[in-house]
């Protein structure tokens, strides 16, 4: 079973950045895809970006392009968010998913939460205006 501990959420102004890491550890040896999601006060939980491991495919959402980059180290096992440019709207709890298993769902689950089957317990990113 693969675990998951996200780091690297704080407090912002506007404008500013932040870098999340997420590291995965236990058995890993499934796991194909890794993602970021975010759960803004109030709001519903809602894909960001992803990368799938086998091809390095990025994907992202479209109110974070150019604005967010997401990428994995050499071992495949930490994941990391680099957000510039911050906004206000960007502040939420951000969790880390990862999907695991011998059958690849397609890219279309690539922001769904419905594509993975473990997930951290949340870094909290805050931005003021």
């Known amino acids: 079973q693969v675990q998951l501990q996200e780091s690297g959420g704080g407090s912002v102004q506007a404008g500013g950045s932040l870098r999340l890491s997420c590291v995965a550890s236990g058995i890993t040896a499934n796991m194909y895809r890794m993602g970021w999601f975010r759960q803004p006060p109030g709001k519903e939980r809602e894909g960001v970006a992803a990368?799938?491991?086998?091809?390095?495919?990025?994907y992202y959402a479209d109110f974070v392009k150019e604005r967010f980059t997401v990428y994995q180290d050499d071992t495949k096992k930490v994941l990391y968010l680099q957000m510039n440019s911050l906004e206000p709207e960007d502040a939420a709890t951000y969790y880390c998913?990862?999907?695991?298993?011998?059958?690849?769902?397609?890219?279309?689950?690539?922001?769904?939460?419905?594509?993975?089957?473990?997930w951290g317990r949340g870094t909290q990113v805050t931005v003021s205006s």
């Open positions: 990368i799938y491991t086998p091809s390095g495919g990025e």
């Open positions: 998913a990862a999907a695991s298993g011998r059958k690849h769902l397609p890219d279309l689950y690539a922001l769904s939460s419905a594509g993975y089957n473990t």
